[in-house]
């Protein structure tokens, strides 16, 4: 926080050992106790913290300690390689969620990268690690690129059980992982290539509606279950998620699949849970043993038993057999069609133009009301 004070101070690109010291942020949900007035543990910490963040900051960076969980490089890397195994060579690329910028960091040289990242602070690390990207700090509810703006969409979506307020993509009232996967295709070109992390509960929920929603706009190529604790290095939680590599249809062409809209239950070790259809029909793509496990007073859940250790290797084995079989199965991403300046040109959020919802940053209506500056967000 005090460097980020002091580059928007100063006005200039951060150095080389300031650069160091920003890519070391995990996110706020690696210290959420920070926020629990109820423990004294954490008071010279968060009366530090309040002394370096305004009211405005300080309130965002604890409402986003729900899922201010970042990815590993590891898994990073495998995400992009899978994208240009699957056809990607340049481009506009989203990123939903973007927090710090790994995936914008380890992106392949033509990547034009865009992030969202709805803590100020958290973006204007992103900006300062990556001032070549476009960061803006906003609800992605409120991005306001129109359809098929982007080639490609990667990242680890924000994944809570609140809802948010979107009639053009969330007319379901989806729960924020979906609404957040619904509208990335949406945002994708027909042919481009949504490559996601999400919660297990985007697959195995109950309810169908959010994977139709889903279906009608792209197919899913294939998807990945990594182990619990998958992400407990970077993030420090244990949550069960998938990788979803999905492909945003063109127009008057019918789903390849709808086996995946399902969940069924079926039995593991003498308990019920719903597994979706992909994982029945794929349960190689499982990296590891599924079971039920309940702790002390915690309900039970389903979780994922692997060795770690293994885990990059069958993760890059997974991924090569998903997207050969997309090339064989004409999955593969497709070129961009004509006039891609021309087209983008009108696809991009206009500058000093809105749809009447500013954000106030630093106690001013700047005209790109969400685009970071060091200045405007510390």
Same mark, same amino acid.
């Given at each position: 926080?005090?460097?980020?004070?002091?580059?928007?101070?100063?006005?200039?690109?951060?150095?080389?050992?300031?650069?160091?010291?920003l890519?070391?942020?995990?996110?706020?949900?690696?210290?959420?106790?920070?926020?629990?007035?109820?423990?004294?543990?954490?008071?010279?910490?968060?009366?530090?913290?309040?002394?370096?963040?305004?009211?405005?900051?300080?309130?965002?960076?604890?409402?986003?300690?729900?899922?201010?969980?970042?990815?590993?490089?590891?898994?990073?890397?495998?995400?992009?390689?899978?994208?240009?195994?699957?056809?990607?060579?340049d481009?506009?690329?989203?990123?939903?969620?973007?927090?710090?910028?790994?995936?914008?960091?380890?992106?392949?040289?033509?990547?034009?990268?865009?992030?969202?990242?709805?803590?100020?602070?958290?973006a204007?690390?992103?900006?300062?690690?990556?001032?070549?990207?476009?960061?803006?700090?906003?609800?992605?509810?409120?991005?306001?690129?129109?359809?098929?703006?982007?080639?490609?969409?990667?990242?680890?979506?924000?994944?809570?059980?609140?809802?948010?307020?979107?009639?053009?993509?969330?007319?379901?009232?989806?729960?924020?992982?979906?609404?957040?996967?619904?509208?990335?295709?949406?945002?994708?070109?027909?042919?481009?290539?949504?490559?996601?992390?999400?919660s297990?509960?985007?697959?195995?929920?109950?309810?169908?509606?959010?994977?139709?929603?889903?279906n009608?706009?792209?197919?899913?190529?294939?998807?990945?279950r990594?182990?619990?604790?998958?992400?407990?290095?970077?993030?420090?939680?244990?949550?069960?998620?998938?990788?979803?590599?999905?492909?945003?249809?063109?127009?008057?062409?019918?789903?390849?699949?709808?086996?995946?809209?399902?969940?069924?239950?079926?039995?593991?070790? $003498?308990? =019920? !849970? #719903?597994?979706? @259809?992909?994982?029945?029909?794929? *349960?190689?793509? &499982?990296?590891? +043993?599924?079971? %039920?496990?309940?702790?002390?007073?915690?309900a039970?859940?389903?979780?994922?038993?692997?060795?770690?250790r293994?885990?990059?290797?069958?993760?890059?084995?997974?991924?090569?057999?998903?997207?050969?079989?997309?090339?064989?199965?004409?999955?593969?991403?497709?070129?961009?069609?004509?006039?891609?300046?021309?087209?983008?040109?009108?696809?991009?959020?206009?500058?000093?133009?809105?749809? $009447?919802? =500013? !954000? #106030?940053?630093? @106690?001013?209506?700047?005209?790109? *009301?969400?685009? &970071?500056?060091? +200045?405007s967000? %510390?």
């Amino acid at each position: 926080m005090r460097t980020l004070r002091l580059l928007a101070d100063e006005q200039r690109q951060v150095s080389r050992e300031e650069q160091q010291l920003l890519a070391r942020w995990s996110g706020w949900g690696a210290v959420a106790e920070i926020f629990d007035e109820q423990r004294s543990g954490w008071t010279r910490e968060r009366e530090q913290l309040r002394e370096l963040l305004d009211e405005r900051a300080y309130a965002a960076a604890r409402r986003t300690t729900i899922n201010a969980h970042y990815t590993d490089p590891t898994y990073v890397q495998a995400i992009w390689r899978a994208v240009q195994d699957l056809g990607f060579q340049d481009g506009l690329v989203l990123e939903p969620g973007a927090g710090a910028g790994t995936f914008i960091g380890l992106a392949p040289p033509g990547a034009q990268m865009t992030g969202v990242e709805l803590d100020p602070t958290t973006a204007a690390i992103a900006q300062a690690l990556y001032p070549d990207a476009t960061i803006r700090a906003e609800s992605f509810a409120q991005s306001p690129y129109r359809a098929g703006h982007f080639d490609a969409v990667v990242g680890n979506v924000p994944f809570a059980g609140v809802r948010l307020h979107d009639p053009r993509h969330n007319r379901g009232g989806h729960s924020l992982h979906n609404h957040c996967i619904i509208k990335s295709l949406a945002l994708t070109r027909p042919g481009g290539i949504v490559a996601v992390l999400s919660s297990r509960y985007t697959l195995d929920a109950q309810n169908p509606a959010a994977r139709r929603e889903m279906n009608a706009l792209g197919d899913l190529i294939g998807a990945v279950r990594l182990p619990s604790g998958a992400h407990q290095r970077a993030a420090a939680t244990n949550v069960v998620t998938d990788l979803l590599l999905l492909r945003r249809r063109e127009p008057n062409t019918t789903p390849t699949s709808i086996a995946w809209e399902q969940a069924p239950t079926v039995e593991l070790g $003498g308990a =019920r !849970e #719903r597994l979706n @259809g992909y994982y029945l029909e794929h *349960p190689q793509h &499982v990296l590891g +043993r599924l079971a %039920i496990t309940s702790g002390q007073y915690a309900a039970p859940s389903l979780t994922v038993q692997a060795d770690a250790r293994a885990l990059p290797e069958a993760l890059t084995e997974a991924l090569s057999e998903i997207t050969t079989r997309a090339w064989r199965n004409g999955q593969a991403m497709s070129a961009r069609g004509s006039a891609p300046a021309a087209d983008r040109a009108a696809l991009a959020p206009a500058t000093g133009l809105w749809d $009447g919802r =500013r !954000e #106030r940053c630093g @106690g001013v209506w700047p005209r790109d *009301p969400c685009r &970071v500056s060091l +200045r405007s967000r %510390i």
